[in-house]
């Protein structure tokens, strides 16, 4: 009784493989290929060919004696810049604002000299013992006097004050020009250390130190842990048993069946025969389909599988 159940499990088994078709396929990688925008000799790899990193570890760095350079002088022209419009928010220096005091004392003095004189000869010329035209002379020297007084204070206001409004803002503009050239050449001078922007296993270095890197070329290619896909090709005729989400069975050598979700299907075929679509040729059409395996699969790039197939009942 036993050996007749045994023997119908088999034959059921044989029943169910009989009802499935295996398309072949294999495991593609998702490859982070790491570049500096800027170009520049490789001066220092910090990565290493099968190493594991964490993000934000060193990958490689590139010269940046220019950069440096550019930084430094973006740097000394905020500084300038930031002291010429601090220069115009103010007024003329102080010995300068001095010399303009010391001018207003002296004609003040003077001024005063001229009101005793004019009024002392205006007295004089009461008691008849000068003229007219004395008096006429020392009242225009006083006039002057006056006059020149008026000019030295308005020259101290105007020294006390800052720049005219439209200077400082144009002052104030160079100072933002020269700050965003300073965060401009700081971003180059940081391109030229490069991190891991992912945790991941270095899969492969494309330069060696010393040798000159192209702007945007890969340095560093990384693979991150679940970066992968079954890739397999379908017929045409079962083309729509396939649609992006669906579930698919697969399986490899030493490892159990598992599902991958279709995450792509593609919409040209592939090896095309340059002839006319005739009944024969249509069935070596074949379009490429991608999957993504479940969670917890321990899979290698070029590594060969399985793509299980339902046939109708």
Not at 86 to 92: C, M, N, S
Not at 121 to 126: C, I, K, S, V
Not at 174 to 190: C, F, G, Y
Not at 205 to 220: D, F, I, K
């Amino acid at each position: 009784m036993k050996r007749m159940a045994v023997l119908l499990m088999v034959l059921l088994a044989a029943c169910t493989e009989e009802k499935k078709q295996v398309l072949p396929g294999y495991i593609e990688a998702e490859y982070t290929r790491v570049a500096a925008p800027i170009a520049g000799r490789l001066v220092q790899l910090s990565a290493s060919k099968g190493s594991e990193i964490k993000v934000g570890a060193p990958l490689f760095v590139l010269e940046a004696e220019s950069e440096l350079a550019a930084v430094n002088e973006a740097k000394a022209l905020v500084q300038r810049s930031t002291a010429q419009a601090a220069d115009l928010a103010k007024g003329k220096r102080q010995d300068e604002i001095a010399v303009l005091e010391a001018q207003r004392t002296a004609v003040q003095a003077s001024l005063s000299l001229a009101q005793s004189d004019l009024r002392r000869q205006g007295e004089l010329a009461h008691a008849g013992f000068t003229s007219g035209a004395s008096l006429e002379a020392l009242q225009s020297k006083l006039r002057a006097e006056q006059a020149q007084l008026a000019e030295v204070a308005a020259q101290l206001k105007v020294a006390k004050l800052a720049a005219r409004v439209d200077a400082q803002a144009a002052a104030k503009a160079d100072v933002a020009a020269a700050q965003a050239q300073l965060i401009q050449t700081r971003w180059r001078l940081d391109q030229k250390a490069v991190v891991a922007p992912v945790g991941a296993w270095v899969d492969d270095t494309l330069y060696r130190v010393g040798e000159w890197v192209p702007a945007g070329s890969p340095v560093v290619s990384l693979q991150e842990p679940g970066a992968i896909k079954v890739r397999f090709f379908v017929p045409q005729d079962k083309l729509n048993q396939f649609r992006p989400g669906e579930k698919i069975q697969v399986r490899c050598d030493g490892c159990k069946t598992f599902s991958a979700k279709v995450s792509y299907v593609a919409k040209s075929a592939e090896f095309t025969p340059p002839v006319i679509y005739s009944k024969e040729n249509r069935a070596k059409l074949v379009f490429m389909v991608e999957a993504l395996p479940d969670q917890g699969q321990t899979l290698s790039p070029g590594q060969p599988v399985d793509v299980l197939l339902e046939l109708p009942q």
